[in-house]
């Protein structure tokens, strides 16, 4: 099962992606967590683990994959970066951090000023998931980054759902109906998660909503989460919408 978390900025793509991890993996499944942000450091903390090296260094880092690109413009579909296909099992080591059956890869992040665009990085996301095969107990969770650029490279073409992340405001709600947009047309469901609500921006974020069915939980603003991400700490807490989540997605998506 691949899921892709999607939402505008400081919604808590990080926070439900990592939450969500641990609770596949409570529930005895392996974990990939991929990392497609370039300008979030913040996933790793969360997850309690180090920060792993850009996986665009395995292709020989931004500027070999830049090279690649530009000398098979404008023939984009001929690139490839991989001539094998992936499992999570071999994934190199010096790529990936783990803890307690979670493995974080990070496809890449901005280091210094004047690197260049992330182009790169989008493009080798992608087809490190369209090439990656799972067994029956194996989830990827991918982190995007926040907005809709990660649709323009086709990160999500294919993942088996799409979750967006919406907080209480009028940004998150219009980035919703454009999620729903680009989701239906490459054929993917999408699904809504109500985040940092409380009884009164719940209602109305409900109502704003054409179909409920769409939702499938609706997480509280919780002091403790803040506070914790807040400090760039591992999270330890445990939510029923979480696991509300994990057995819907399990029911509907898994192998």
């Known amino acids: 099962m691949k899921l892709a978390i999607c939402g505008k900025g400081g919604s808590g793509k990080s926070t439900i992606a990592a939450l969500l991890a641990k609770s596949f993996v409570k529930k005895g499944d392996s974990v990939l967590v991929i990392d ?3 300008s979030n450091f913040g996933l790793h903390r969360q997850l309690g683990v180090e920060l792993p090296q850009d996986f665009t260094n395995y292709v020989g880092g931004k500027d070999a994959a830049l090279k690649k690109i530009m000398d098979a413009t404008p023939d984009w579909e001929s690139i490839s970066f991989f001539d094998e296909e992936w499992t999570i099992s071999n994934i190199p080591p010096a790529y ?7 493995k ?18 989008g493009m080798l996301a992608k087809e490190f998931i369209g090439n ?27 993942v088996d759902a ?7 405001s009028f940004e998150s709600m219009k980035l ?7 989701s239906s047309s490459i054929g993917k469901p999408v699904y809504f998660v109500l985040n940092k609500v409380d009884e009164t ?9 054409t179909d409920q069915d769409m939702i499938i939980a609706a997480i509280p603003a919780d002091t403790k989460l803040s506070l914790a991400g807040l400090k760039g700490e591992e999270l330890i807490t ?5 696991q509300i989540m994990n057995k819907f997605l399990t029911e509907n998506f898994k192998q």
Do not use: W, Y
């Open 36 to 38: 497609t942000d370039e």
């Open 96 to 102: 990936f951090s783990e803890k307690n059956g979670i």
């Open 104 to 121: 974080l890869i990070a496809i890449g992040k901005i280091h210094e000023v004047g690197e260049g665009c992330a182009c790169t990085m």
């Open 132 to 158: 990656l095969s799972l067994n029956s107990n194996e989830v990827v969770i991918i982190d995007t980054e926040a907005g809709i650029e990660h649709f323009g490279r086709a990160i999500e073409k294919d």
């Open 162 to 168: 799409i979750l967006m992340i919406v907080d209480p």
């Open 176 to 182: 919703s109906e454009k999620v729903v947009e680009l």
């Open 201 to 209: 921006n719940e209602q109305f974020l409900r109502e704003s909503i």
């Open 238 to 242: 445990e939510i029923k919408e979480i």
